[in-house]
């Protein structure tokens, strides 16, 4: 059974950090690519980053430049630090698995789900 678990959200001020964290268990890790989403109130879920078992990455525009996805496979996690965060990074994030070597981005993509964890950013 797979299991996604999100870690590292919190209230931060505009211009902060934080780093996410999502431990995978109950899966091949290198056989996944790995990925980060958000939801805002009141919006859809969208495409943060995703990264591939052999470190290709790819992010969305709006966190291009200060949000960075990487992965440690030793310990079946994949991470997402957020630097420069803006009050429009405020949202449910959560972590997604895809049984693919590929880089994705699409939702439909992803097989597995945590959880999420909540990001708020004050002005």
């Known amino acids: 059974q797979v299991q996604l678990v999100e870690s590292g959200g919190g209230l931060v001020q505009a211009g902060g950090s934080l780093r996410l964290s999502c431990a995978a268990s109950?899966?091949?890790?290198?056989?996944?690519?790995m990925g980060w989403f958000r939801q805002a109130p009141g919006k859809e879920r969208e495409f943060v980053s995703a990264?591939?078992?052999?470190?290709?990455?790819t992010y969305a525009d709006s966190v291009k430049g200060r949000f960075t996805i990487s992965r440690d496979r030793a310990k079946n996690t994949v991470y997402l630090q957020m630097n420069s965060l803006k009050p429009e990074d405020t949202a449910v994030y959560y972590c997604?698995?895809?049984?693919?070597?590929?880089?994705?981005?699409?939702?439909?993509?992803?097989?597995?789900w945590g959880q999420g964890t909540q990001v708020t950013v004050s002005s």
């Open positions: 990264i591939n078992w052999s470190g290709i990455t």
């Open positions: 109950g899966l091949t890790f290198n056989n996944y690519a």
């Open positions: 997604a698995a895809s049984p693919t070597l590929g880089v994705v981005s699409g939702m439909n993509e992803y097989k597995n």
